[in-house]
C-alpha cells in the first residue's frame, strides 16, 4: 500500500483543539482537505504529520509552535491614531480587518484594543504561540 509523501495530492479530514481541548477548526461535515504535501500549503507540523501515513490510517499529533504558527511576536502589535483607520464602521476589539500594502499584498490584522484616539492591531495570527493537537485521518491519496 502507498504512503503519502512529497508531491501527492492528499485529501485529509482532521480536528485541531488547543492544549485547552478546545476545537478552533474541523473538516467535520465538510469535504476533506486537500492539499500537495511539501508544498508549504498547510503548516509544517501538520504536513510532517501527514507524511508516511496510509490511506484510511488515523493519528492523534501535537504540532509544537515552532512547527505551527511560531512564537507570538510583540512587534507585530501596533497602536495607531484612530484618524488612520478606515472602516466605514465603528472599530471594536476582536474585529478583523485587511491592510493594503503599497506592493499590493494584503496583511490580516486583528484589532485588539480600541479608545477615543487609538487602535491597536495585530498582526500575529490568532494561533501563534499555541501548541496544536490534530486527529488526522488520511481519507486519499492522488498522486
Do not use: W
Not at 21 to 32: I, L, Q, T
Not at 60 to 73: F, T
Not at 82 to 102: S, T, W
Request: aromatic share 4%; net charge negative.
Amino acid at each position: 500500500m502507498s504512503v503519502a509523501k512529497d508531491g501527492d495530492v492528499v485529501h485529509v479530514h482532521y480536528t485541531g483543539k488547543l492544549v485547552s481541548g478546545e476545537v478552533f477548526d474541523s473538516s467535520e461535515g465538510r469535504e476533506p482537505l486537500a492539499f500537495t504535501v511539501g508544498g508549504g500549503e498547510v503548516i509544517a507540523g501538520f504536513d510532517e504529520a501527514v507524511r508516511g501515513m496510509q490511506v484510511g490510517e488515523s493519528k492523534d499529533v501535537k504540532i509544537p509552535v515552532q512547527e505551527a504558527y511560531g512564537e507570538r511576536r510583540d512587534d507585530l502589535v501596533q497602536t495607531v491614531p484612530r484618524e488612520l483607520v478606515q472602516l466605514g464602521v465603528e472599530p471594536q476589539a476582536g474585529m478583523q480587518i485587511e491592510m493594503h500594502r503599497q506592493d499590493g499584498s494584503v496583511l490580516p490584522l486583528m484589532i485588539s484594543a480600541v479608545d477615543a484616539n487609538s487602535i491597536t492591531v495585530d498582526a500575529n495570527h490568532p494561533l501563534a504561540g499555541e501548541e496544536l493537537h490534530f486527529t488526522i485521518q488520511l481519507m486519499e491519496i492522488a498522486a
